[in-house]
């Protein structure tokens, strides 16, 4: 395509946001063309082979999950928009996760009544309550911008007596899509309440290779142009609009319009009319992640759990290590062998454990190639050590390991400070200061795999098709 033949619409980043958004344009027979710095796609929702083994970047659950059949919420969404069908993405659902705190746990599944049952089991007392608060949810917006300038703590300090049932709903909430420290927006709680409580986990056969085989091919079966290794090095701006893109290359591209999914304050750094920005618009939020491969599955020793999400006091800690690489008081576990696979096919070559614990990006990433090695053996003894107090101790059966930190983080999405949700102020209508370049992905306000492709549907509907 020539300089004067401009795209309809470009789109930065390859990740779940980028391919729908692009998918969803090239359905209308826009030429898209998306750009992506990494030599591989998905963002965060990628994947990568270390000693012949297949490992995802991050997933442990497609939340937003509902039945075959199911006509509304997000994932019947995004099946019309993108015009897949419900089997293409093979969906095995939780067998049931735990909210483990000390002396306290509630489980749940994909239906809301188990957690009900637990919560008039542990709490009976705010039996009332949580039914205040799940009606609440019900009616909230996902575009509402005003629900994201209040505090998701007072809302529930309004609905509900008990402190520690506060916590313990937050903490697999804030652990699965919260950008800020400490508190969370009512919107952002509401959007991950749903995904949750209201609907629910599951997981690919294949993993997540297997979404974005079917994304990637979709994309380009509509003639859309993906272009790996071709990062965004600089959006000139002329007369408060984007006029080019300029690659690390030097090669320029022209396009109608720009949708990014770089994240916020990465967008903004990019644009060449910009000088000075706040460095409080970066999150601060990142992790470290271990996986261990069992030589049997972890049922086999009584872990018939999906998910774990741990917290070590009745207060939840939700922050940034104060002063270490790592805060081990908090924590997930998830055993991707137990979902509910229909068929042989479906089920993981190995038994396989994944424990994500906060850490520091500055501090992981001024470590010396000698000192970051031997950290990453040390903290993945740490965390282990940490989670068998809520999730039967698999040590003994180890037969294999990885370890990824804030800085494969950061290499993979080039987020600021590897933050895994993004900037805590969202911008939910995707606009920026400039007329044809709009945010989409996780600064725009939604998460996880479904929330993301769901933005980038919404971005592309709101901003590219219409007018």
């Known amino acids: 395509m020539s300089d004067n033949q401009p795209y309809d619409t470009i789109i930065i980043g390859a990740g779940m946001s980028g391919l729908a958004a692009g998918i969803r344009l090239a359905h209308y027979d826009q030429r898209v063309c998306i750009l992506e710095r ?49 089997d293409d993405f093979a969906l095995a659902p939780q067998k049931g996760s735990r909210i483990a705190f000390p002396d ?24 009332d309550n949580f039914e205040a608060l799940v009606a609440k949810i019900a009616d909230y917006d996902d575009l509402d911008q005003a629900a994201f300038e209040i505090s998701g703590r007072q809302v529930l300090s309004d609905t509900i007596s008990d402190p520690l049932l506060i916590e313990m709903i937050l903490c697999p909430l804030m652990w699965y899509g919260n950008a800020a420290e400490h508190d969370m927006a009512w919107g952002q709680f509401c959007i991950m309440f749903r995904s949750i409580f209201l609907e629910g986990f599951a997981r690919p056969y294949k993993g997540v290779r297997l979404i974005l085989k079917h994304l990637v091919k979709r994309f380009r079966g509509l003639g859309g142009e993906l272009k790996l290794r071709k990062g965004v090095k600089t959006i000139h701006v002329e007369n408060e609009q984007a006029v080019c893109v300029e690659l690390d290359n030097g090669e320029q591209l022209t396009g109608k319009r720009i949708l990014s999914s770089a994240g916020r304050l990465e967008t903004m750094r990019m644009c060449s009319d910009t000088s000075e920005l706040d460095p409080r618009l970066a ?44 805060d081990t008081r908090t924590g997930v576990v998830c055993s991707p062998n ?44 740490r965390s282990v050590a940490a989670s068998v107090k809520y999730t039967p101790d698999f040590r003994p059966y180890v037969i294999d390991t990885d370890l990824f930190t804030p800085t494969t983080i950061n290499r993979f999405t080039w987020h600021d400070n590897g933050a895994v949700y993004g900037s805590p102020d969202k911008v939910l209508d995707g606009r920026t200061h400039l007329n044809n370049l709009f945010l989409c992905g996780t600064d725009q306000g939604f998460v996880g795999i479904i929330g993301a492709m769901m933005s980038g549907i919404s971005m592309a509907n709101m901003h590219c098709l219409r007018g």
């Not at 994944?354 to 520091?360: E, G, K, L, N």
Request: proline content about 2%; hydrophobic content about 30%.
């Open 338 to 381: 137990n979902y509910v696979y229909a068929d042989e096919e479906g089920q993981l070559a190995d038994g396989v454990v994944r424990i994500t614990t906060i850490a520091d990006y500055d501090r992981w990433a001024g470590l010396s190639e000698e000192e970051y090695q031997r950290e990453k053996l040390r903290w993945y003894d």
């Open 283 to 326: 999150g601060q939020l990142t992790f470290i992640e271990s996986i261990s491969v069992l030589d049997r599955e972890p049922s086999s020793i009584g872990n018939d759990d999906t998910i774990v999400f741990y917290n070590d006091s009745e207060k939840f800690h939700w922050e940034r290590p104060a002063d270490e690489l790592c």
């Open 104 to 127: 306290h746990e509630l489980r749940f599944s994909n239906e809301l009544d188990l957690l009900r049952s637990e919560v008039k089991k542990v709490f009976p007392g705010q039996v």
């Open 38 to 86: 990494h030599y591989t796609i998905g963002g965060l929702n990628s994947f990568y082979r270390v000693n012949g083994r297949n490992y995802d970047v991050g997933l442990h659950a497609v939340t937003n999950f509902t039945q075959k059949g199911t006509k509304k919420g997000p994932l019947a969404r995004i099946l019309r928009q993108l015009r897949f069908k419900y």
